[in-house]
């Protein structure tokens, strides 16, 4: 699974990006889970219900990012749990992405961002990806500015900021 984080985050195999590539397995006892209603496994595919909670930055993927973390989450744990990729062996595994807004990310004590993760764990900011990074930051950046959001509010890369044009009178 680790590999697969690694690779969703744009293949940083870096010591910096591995030590942020965080799995949590929690097994929940038995009658704690109900799935349709059911404690059991009546509604339950092969091989078994899982709930996969997957956290990156806001703005670093888009939506054929996030279909590929789907199928490869959901892959891996196929063939781990049944070694078998089939379709509809894994209707119950469950992968949901959640973004966190830009400056509520914070590590050490101190507040990091998009920007200071790609510089840690070794991802250039010279590439397609984090070209359209910044091209969402500065999408946002206008519109928090047409909406006369202000200056301060937060949620944005601060090399993206720059791209914030006063509100339209």
Do not use: C
């Not at 397609?128 to 519109?143: C, D, G, L, P």
């Amino acid at each position: 699974m680790t590999d697969v984080l690694i690779d969703m985050e744009g293949g940083a195999n870096t010591r910096a990006g591995r030590a942020f590539a965080w799995i949590l397995f929690t097994e929940i006892p038995e009658g704690d889970w109900w799935v349709g209603g059911h404690a059991d496994n009546t509604f339950v595919s092969p091989p078994g219900a899982f709930l996969v909670n997957v956290v990156v930055p806001e703005g670093y993927m888009n939506a054929a990012h996030k279909s590929d973390v789907h199928a490869a989450v959901t892959s891996a744990i196929t063939q781990v749990m049944s070694g078998s990729s089939q379709a509809g062996v894994a209707a119950s595994v469950l992968v949901v992405i959640d973004e966190v807004t830009e400056g509520n990310w914070g590590a050490g004590g101190k507040t990091i961002s998009l920007d200071s993760i790609a510089d840690s764990v070794g991802l250039p900011k010279s590439g397609e990806r984090f070209r359209w990074v910044r091209s969402y930051f500065e999408a946002k950046a206008r519109q928090f500015a047409s909406a006369g959001y202000p200056v301060d509010v937060g949620g944005l890369l601060a090399s993206a900021a720059s791209h914030r044009q006063p509100p339209i009178a």
